[in-house]
C-alpha cells in the first residue's frame, strides 16, 4: 500500500483538491472551518484503479504550523507538491519541496492548482518555472498536471498521473520490523484506546505485543482498521488505526513511536548528516535547534562534527534536551526552536553518539558514498570494532534477512569479518590478530583471559581470535595456554627440521609420509613441526607444508564463489590430487570448521 501527501503554500488549494479527489473534506477541526485554513494534518483516502484503497494526508501550509507539516509528510510515499497558477512558486511551496526530498519522499506530482484562475500565459510560466525549480534536484522531469479544483478541469489527468507514479514506486519495504508514528489518540467508548498514524517497515497483526516510547509503555492490539475497516492485518505504508489494550489514552500522545521488535535506540545524542536548505539558513555551532522526527520534535543544540566549513551537508552531533529514539538512516528536518522556521534537514548516522569512538568516527566518514544501509552498517562496524550479530540486528531498521545479506556482501569485500556471533571491522580484525601474536610472543604461557588483557583486546574477540592466529602463526596450545613456537620456519629451526620443512614443500600435494619414516628423531620433528602449525596433518601419517595446505584449502573454498556444494569431482579439479590425497585433505578442511559433509558433497560452513 502506498500513502499520496499534499504539500505546498497555504492557500494554494491543497485541501480543496483533495475533496476533488476523494470527497473528503480534510479541514474537519471547527477553528480550521472558521479560519478556512488548515492547521493539523488530515486524513483522506481514494480508490486507485490497480492499487486499492490509497492513503491521502492533508498537511497545512502555514510556516505556524511547520510542525504539523512535517507529522503529515514523513512517510509519504507520493508527495502532490501543489503551486497556484495565480500565484505561482512561494516560499513555503520551496520549504515543503525541500522538505520532501530532506525525508526521502521517493516521487512528486507537481500540481498547477486555480487553473481557472490564470490565464493561459501565466500558466504556461508557471509551468516553465516550476519545471526549472525541480531541474537538478530528486525530482527532476516529475510529472506537472494543470488543475482546477473549481471546474473539474484536469482532475482526471491528475488521477491518471497519481496511477501512473504510484506504478513507477519502488516496493514498500517490509523489514518485518514495523512502527508507526501516532498522530491522533481517541479514547473510544466501545473500544478503549485507539491510535492512529503511518504504518511503515513491516505488519502487525491482532494480538501483537508492541511497545510505545517515549514513555516505556506497552500494550497489546486488540483490533486494526484502515480507512474504517477492520483488518486482521495491517500492512506497510498505511494509514493505521490500532486499538490498544494495556495502555491508556492518557498516557499517549502524538510524537511517540510504536514498534513490534526493539530497533530505535534510546538516546539522548546522535550523530548524523546535516544538509541546510539553502545559505541564508545557517546554523551557529552550538545553536538551539528544534529536530522534528516522524511526527515527535525534541529541541536539541546542534554541534558541527567535523571541520567541514560552510559547506552543506556536513556532520555534526546533536544533543537533545531529553532521551528519545532513533535509527540509522532516518531522515529528519531541523527547525528553529519553536518550529517557525525550517533550517535544513538530515540522517541519523549514529543514534548513540559515544565521544570515545570519536576517532573512528572521522576516519568512518570516509566509507560514505551514497548512505545506503549497507554503509550505515559498515560504519557502526568500523566505529564500533566489533559488535555482536543480535545487537546489530537490534540498531537497524532492515530486516535479519537483509542484514545477513549485507554483512556478507561487507566481509566479501574485506571490510569485516565475522567470527560466529561476532562481526570485526576488517582494519580491527588485522590490528588484534598483530596485538595477540605480539602478546604471545613476549609472554610465553598466558591463558586467553591474560592474551586478552595484555594485547588490550575484548575477552570474547580474543577467545574467538585465538584458532584463527595459531592457523596462520606458529602458536601452540597447551593446557589452555599459548606458546609461541621456535619460530617462523626460517628462524631458529634445528637443521632437522628446516629439512623436512623443504621436503614438504618440495613435495607439494604428495606431501610427507610420516608412516614410510623408520627414524624416530624424524617422527618426532614432524610432530614438533605439525604443533608449531608449520606442517599440517591430514590424517595420522600424511602432512602438508602449510603454506601447500593453505593454498589447496584455498582453491577449494573458492569454489563456493560458483556453487553451493562441491563434490569430490570438482575438488579433485581444482586440486588435480588423487583420492588418496583428496579425502585426508578434505576431511581436514572439515576439521577446521570451514565445510561440513552433505552426502556426497561438501556444504560451506556458515
Ligand atoms: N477558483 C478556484 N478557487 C480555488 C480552487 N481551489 C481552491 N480554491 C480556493 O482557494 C482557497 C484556499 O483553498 P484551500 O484548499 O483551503 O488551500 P490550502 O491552504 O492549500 O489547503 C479556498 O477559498 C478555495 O475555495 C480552484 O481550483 N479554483
Ligand atoms: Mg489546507
Known amino acids: 500500500m502506498y500513502v499520496i501527501g499534499t504539500s505546498g503554500h497555504i492557500d494554494h488549494g491543497k485541501t480543496t483538491l483533495i475533496l476533488a479527489l476523494t470527497g473528503i473534506d480534510c479541514d474537519r477541526l471547527p477553528e480550521e472551518k472558521e479560519r478556512q485554513m488548515t492547521i493539523d494534518i488530515g486524513f483522506a483516502s481514494m480508490e486507485v484503479p490497480g492499487f486499492g484503497e490509497v492513503s491521502v494526508i492533508d498537511v497545512p501550509g502555514h510556516e505556524r504550523f511547520i510542525r504539523n507539516m512535517v507529522a503529515g509528510a514523513w512517510g509519504v510515499d507520493l508527495g502532490l507538491l501543489v503551486i497556484a497558477a495565480d500565484d505561482g512558486w512561494m516560499p513555503q511551496t520551496e520549504d515543503h519541496f525541500r522538505v520532501l526530498e530532506l525525508l526521502g519522499v521517493e516521487r512528486i506530482v507537481a500540481v498547477i492548482s486555480k487553473t481557472d484562475l490564470a490565464d493561459a500565459d501565466t500558466i504556461e510560466i508557471v509551468d516553465h518555472d516550476v519545471r526549472e525549480r525541480l531541474a537538478g534536484t530528486a525530482y527532476e522531469g516529475a510529472d506537472v498536471v ?60 491482532e494480538n501483537d505485543q508492541v511497545y510505545i516510547q517515549p514513555g516505556g509503555l506497552a500494550g497489546r492490539i486488540k483490533r486494526i482498521e484502515s480507512h474504517h475497516s477492520a483488518l486482521a492485518q495491517g500492512s506497510p505504508s498505511s494509514r493505521t488505526a490500532l486499538n490498544l489494550s494495556g495502555v491508556a489514552a492518557q498516557e499517549l500522545r502524538r510524537g511517540q513511536v510504536l514498534y513490534r521488535q526493539k530497533f530505535f535506540t534510546e538516546t539522548a545524542e546522535i550523530l548524523c548528516r546535516v544538509r541546510l536548505l539553502a545559505k541564508d539558513r545557517e546554523i551557529k555551532n552550538n545553536a538551539e535547534i528544534e529536530v522534528l522526527i516522524g511526527t515527535a520534535g525534541e529541541k536539541g543544540r546542534l554541534i558541527r562534527f567535523s ?88 540498531m537497524l531498521a532492515q530486516s535479519k534477512e537483509r542484514i545477513d545479506a549485507m554483512l556478507s556482501s561487507l566481509s566479501g569485500g574485506g571490510a569485516v569479518r565475522i567470527i560466529g556471533e561476532h562481526i570485526i571491522a576488517g582494519d580491527a580484525y588485522n590490528n588484534a590478530m598483530g596485538a595477540i601474536v605480539r602478546t604471545v610472543k613476549d609472554h610465553q604461557g598466558l591463558n586467553a583471559r591474560e592474551v586478552s588483557d595484555n594485547a588490550g583486546i575484548d575477552d570474547e574477540v580474543c577467545r574467538l581470535m585465538m584458532p584463527l592466529v595459531q592457523e596462520s602463526h606458529p602458536v601452540a596450545a597447551r593446557e589452555g595456554r599459548y606458546f609461541w613456537g621456535e619460530g617462523r620456519a626460517d628462524e631458529g629451526l634445528s637443521e632437522g627440521k628446516r629439512n623436512i620443512l623443504e621436503e614438504a614443500l618440495k613435495a607439494g600435494g604428495g606431501g610427507i609420509d610420516i608412516g614410510k619414516t623408520p627414524k624416530e628423531s624424524t617422527k618426532r620433528d614432524v610432530r614438533e613441526l605439525i604443533s608449531l602449525g608449520l606442517l599440517v596433518s591430514l590424517d595420522g601419517t600424511i602432512a602438508y607444508h602449510s603454506s601447500v595446505y593453505e593454498d589447496f584449502r584455498k582453491r577449494i573454498m573458492g569454489l563456493f564463489e560458483t556453487r553451493e556444494k562441491i563434490s569430490i569431482s570438482d575438488a579433485k579439479q581444482i586440486t588435480g590430487l588423487s583420492r588418496k590425497y583428496l579425502i585426508p585433505l578434505l576431511n581436514r578442511i572439515e576439521r577446521d570448521g570451514l565445510v561440513r559433509r552433505l552426502g556426497d558433497f561438501r556444504i560451506k560452513v556458515k
Not at 363 to 375: H, I, K, Q, V
Open 307 to 394: 571541520d567541514s566549513g560552510d559547506r552543506s551537508p556536513f556532520t555534526a552531533r546533536i544533543k537533545f534536551r531529553r532521551v528519545w529514539y532513533s535509527f540509522p538512516g532516518q531522515p529528519f528536518v531541523i527547525a528553529s526552536p519553536g518550529g517557525f522556521r525550517i533550517i535544513g534537514g538530515g540522517m541519523v548516522l549514529l543514534p548513540d553518539y559515544d565521544p570515545k569512538l570519536r576517532d573512528r568516527m572521522k576516519t568512518g566518514l570516509s566509507l560514505f558514498r551514497s548512505c545506503s544501509a549497507e554503509e550505515l552498517a559498515a560504519f557502526i562496524i568500523f566505529t564500533r570494532q566489533w559488535i555482536k550479530k543480535q545487537e546489530l540486528y537490534g
Open 146 to 205: 494543470r488543475v482546477s479544483a473549481k471546474t473539474g478541469e484536469g482532475i482526471e489527468a491528475l488521477k491518471r498521473a497519481i496511477t501512473g507514479n504510484l506504478a513507477k514506486l519502488s516496493r514498500v519495504p517490509d523489514n518485518d520490523k514495523p512502527f508507526l508514528y501516532i498522530d491522533r489518540v481517541f479514547a473510544s467508548r466501545g473500544y478503549g484506546t485507539v491510535v492512529t498514524g503511518t504504518l511503515k517497515n513491516g505488519s502487525v497483526a
